[in-house]
């Protein structure tokens, strides 16, 4: 399988970007740069250099309206995938993908779904930090359903520190489909109303401290430059990174500068189908 040059990727993805800004400016939707891009477009202007995806979020009724519209906006070469469109797609938040493309991933090589080269889309939703009992058994909850879904990814093992809650979700989702289990995520995701909320949180976060965040980091944005464009940013990216990061202006160390993804091919010039046939 051929793999095109991270450049060549990046590119992609760019392109990508510009067409969900374009329609975010057409509905007069929120969005903001997250995670990594949010880093790179602060130290680097652009994709931190060992970096190759870009994630982007929206307050959940911000990202509810641009899923509801966006689809006959974009693109025609690019397609949303959630887990409406794509009904083996294995998360339950979304993507925008160039369907001209490859990026098959090792874990997911054999679900029947878009493997375009791709950029996330992140919902932010309300939080009530008071009604911790509840945020609790919210939380178990959500962990158990990503677990559930996980342990299908191909060659997926589960940590032995995981493997008691592991128990506790074979016996309560084990029989649900993964369409199943991303409505209960959702509806675990969407329990408070963000409207009402001084508080948000990103529950399809991977760090470890997704603890909720003071609303007011996000009520307003700022452009900032990202390669050779301008995207939005949250006012209070500064606290928002450290949240994330530490001191995020100091570099990590040499082996730490790789990628996260897994892929078993990437190619900017050939379809997805091509290589599975479909």
Request: proline share 5%; net charge negative; hydrophobic share 30%.
């Amino acid at each position: 399988m051929e793999n095109s040059s991270i450049e060549e990727l990046k590119n992609v993805e760019l392109e990508i970007l510009k067409n969900f800004i374009e329609i975010c400016n057409k509905l007069n939707l929120t969005y903001y740069l997250d995670c990594g891009t949010l880093l790179g477009a602060i130290r680097h202007k652009g994709f931190i250099p060992w970096d190759d995806d870009i994630d982007v979020i929206m307050p959940r009724p911000d990202y509810d309206e641009f899923m509801q519209k966006a689809g006959e906006l974009l693109k025609p070469e690019y397609f949303l995938q959630n887990y409406n469109t794509d009904k083996q797609f294995q998360q339950a938040f979304s993507k925008i993908r160039d369907s001209r493309t490859t990026f098959i991933e090792k874990e997911i090589i054999n679900l029947d779904i878009n493997h375009g080269i791709y950029i996330d889309i992140f919902p932010l939703d309300g939080y009530n930090p008071e009604n911790e009992e509840q945020n609790k058994k919210n939380e178990e909850n959500f962990y158990l359903l990503r677990l559930q879904t996980q342990r299908r990814f191909e060659g997926f093992k589960i940590l032995p520190e995981k493997q008691e809650k592991f128990k506790i979700s074979d016996k309560k989702y084990g029989k649900m489909t993964n369409y199943e289990l991303n409505i209960e995520k959702e509806k675990i995701a969407k329990q408070y109303d963000y409207d009402k909320c001084k508080y948000v949180k990103s529950y399809y976060s991977d760090f470890a401290d997704n603890t909720p965040i003071p609303k007011e980091i996000f009520e307003k944005g700022e452009l900032k430059p990202f390669e050779s464009i301008m995207a939005n940013v949250p006012q209070g990216y500064d606290e928002y990174l450290e949240r994330l990061y530490g001191d995020y202006m100091k570099l990590p160390p040499l082996e730490k500068r790789v990628s996260n993804h897994n892929a078993k091919a990437i190619d900017v010039n050939k379809s997805y189908k091509e290589y599975i046939n479909k």
